[in-house]
T-cell receptor
Framework: AQTVTQSQPEMSVQEAETVTLSCTYD???????LFWYKQPPSRQMILVIR??????QNATENRFSVNFQKAAKSFSLKISDSQLGDTAMYFC?????????????????FGKGTLLTVNP | KAGVTQTPRYLIKTRGQQVTLSCSPI?????VSWYQQTPGQGLQFLFE???????NKGNFPGRFSGRQFSNSRSEMNVSTLELGDSALYLC?????????????FGPGTRLTVL
């Protein structure tokens, strides 16, 4: 079974600074997808960034980038030039490509989340 | 294009009752997944539907069930509610229901069981 671990329950950063959120995962699969989702307070969960395991190049999306270390099973999120609107719970998530018992395993496995607060 | 919508947004029920939650996916999306979010357990997968068929199920008791209609809209039902069922229930839709498809989430239904 896959597991996703986010070791930082809470973090804070000053506006305009850079912050890195950690995520590690465990899987026996060789191909899979990793995601960072953001859930602002009382608001909808939205996709921040996505990484395909077979791609060595780290994904980037504007101020958001990842450091994907496949051998170490690490997938950290870097937020540059932090903004007040980045305050949210951030979830790391995994989805595998292996089909178990002939069926689909199409489900996201989430970490417990990191609450990021951006201070003015 | 409209996003994933969920109704109702808030529900208060008492133990023993049953509840039905609804999810309308993004137009053109055929896969709908349901997740339960609680402070203690985090986000846990309930089940996934594609073309009106349940393809995948998480580790939840049989009191939790769902279905999907021909227009891809999905409903989730919880019977004989327990206090521990209080949670935010999220649904997510994706285009083809494959691992290469990103799941897009709705705003959730917050269920409180008294």
């Amino acid at each position: 079974a896959q597991t996703v671990t986010q070791s930082q329950p809470e973090m804070s950063v000053q506006e305009a600074e850079t912050v890195t959120l950690s995520c590690t995962y465990d899987t026996s699969e060789s191909n899979y997808y990793l995601f960072w989702y953001k859930q602002p307070p009382s608001r909808q969960m939205i996709l921040v960034i996505r990484q395909e395991a077979y791609k060595q190049q780290n994904a980037t999306e504007n101020r958001f980038s990842v450091n994907f270390q496949k051998a170490a099973k690490s997938f950290s999120l870097k937020i540059s030039d932090s903004q007040l609107g980045d305050t949210a719970m951030y979830f790391c998530a995994f989805i595998g490509t292996h089909h178990y018992g002939g069926g689909s395993n199409y489900k996201l496995t989430f970490g417990k989340g990191t609450l990021l607060t951006v201070n003015p | 294009k409209a996003g994933v919508t969920q109704t109702p947004r808030y529900l208060i029920k008492t133990r023993g009752q049953q509840v039905t939650l609804s999810c309308s996916p993004i137009s053109g999306h055929r896969s709908v997944s349901w997740y339960q979010q609680t402070p203690g357990q985090g986000l846990q997968f309930l089940f996934e539907y594609f073309s009106e068929t349940q393809r995948n199920k998480g580790n939840f008791p049989g009191r939790f069930s769902g279905r999907q209609f021909s227009n891809s809209r999905s409903e989730m039902n919880v019977s004989t509610l327990e206090l521990g069922d209080s949670a935010l229930y999220l649904c997510a839709s994706s285009l083809g229901g494959t691992v290469t498809d990103t799941q897009y989430f709705g705003p959730g239904t917050r269920l409180t069981v008294l």
